[in-house]
């Protein structure tokens, strides 16, 4: 009698551990398919929701997703890396290739949940899409503060990073207001980026066009050319336009090439006598964040707001 209660009982527990189990593992399967529709500039992806497998193509999304706290498994090389990234450079981060070259082959082997590109790796969306769901974040340059935004609170939602997101654009928004405040009664401004020896200016609407666009600086020169390599000037362009402030991008030195320094270039008769150059209103903005990240990650953009809050401050 009490064996067969025994084993009855045994029976009974096996059961109920089994259906236990079963629903364990149902329950499993349903979070592994569970997916996120994920709207970007080729339109919408479905991707696994809080995907643990992460491949990264893009430093400026690089650089929010870290902000966020999210680490990816796989980063691109770079020859230099701002300091806010240069964990990255860890031999336990996959390195997936260039930003211009994936390597397809590493990428494959990760078996990524997901892949994220952007500008300089955005046209390998493509191919990338047949290896796994693939997002393409690009920015707007004649948005650049709404984009950023918007590339925050997707990848925030895709993590479970709500709270992070909230309070970091709010930071933002705020610093935002107070730079525009700053910039009111600064005068006027140039950017120009350096590089092998050259020049070019940018302007309202153009790839660092969100100073004058959203942080409210002055431009000086107005109708430059908007194309991604901006307008080639010379220094006498710079005497001629005399503006109040030059905020100076030197590419050379961001991309860790040998050559002459924009300012060593700049320091000339020509430049000398403006306005910017006798008031000590040269700014040599961030290269890293400008140039290669395109103040387009939430803590670049952040930190580029900053410096040039703190330079309007002093040049008072």
């Not at 500039?41 to 706290?69: M, Q």
């Not at 150059?277 to 103040?295: A, D, E, I, T």
């Amino acid at each position: 009698m009490n064996n067969g209660k025994q084993a009855g009982a045994a029976r009974r527990w096996a059961t109920r551990a089994g259906v236990a189990l079963a629903l364990s593992a149902a329950a499993a399967v349903c979070a592994a398919q569970s997916t996120t529709p994920v709207k970007h500039a080729r339109g919408e992806t479905a991707v696994p929701s809080n995907p643990s497998k992460t491949i990264v193509l893009d430093l400026a999304v690089l650089d929010t997703l870290h902000t966020l706290g999210v680490d990816p498994v796989g980063v691109p090389s770079a020859a230099k890396l701002p300091p806010q990234l240069s964990q990255f450079a860890d031999k336990r981060y996959l390195k997936a290739g260039t930003m211009f070259e994936p390597n397809y082959e590493v990428i494959h082997a990760a078996a990524p949940q997901v892949i994220f590109v952007a500008g300089r790796s955005a046209p390998k969306y493509d191919e990338l899409s047949k290896i796994a769901p693939t997002v393409d974040l690009t920015v707007d340059a004649k948005d650049l503060v709404g984009s950023v935004r918007r590339n925050t609170e997707t990848l925030a939602a895709l993590y479970g990073k709500a709270s992070e997101a909230k309070e970091k654009l709010a930071a933002l928004d705020a610093s935002i207001a107070s730079l525009k405040g700053k910039a009111a009664n600064a005068g006027t401004a140039l950017i120009v980026l350096t590089t092998g020896g050259k020049m070019s200016a940018y302007g309202p609407g153009s790839r660092f066009g969100v100073i004058h666009d959203a942080f409210g600086v002055k431009p000086a020169a107005t109708g430059l050319n908007v194309s991604n390599h901006g307008q080639a000037i010379s220094f006498e362009f710079i005497a001629q336009t005399d503006p109040d402030w030059l905020f100076v991008i030197d590419r050379d030195a961001a991309i860790g090439r040998e050559g002459v320094s924009a300012q060593r270039m700049l320091d000339n008769e020509l430049v000398r006598p403006t306005k910017a150059w006798k008031n000590q209103r040269v700014v040599y903005l961030n290269g890293f964040n400008w140039y290669l990240l395109g103040s387009a990650g939430l803590t670049a953009m952040q930190q580029n707001v900053d410096q040039i809050a703190a330079a309007l401050s002093q040049g008072k």
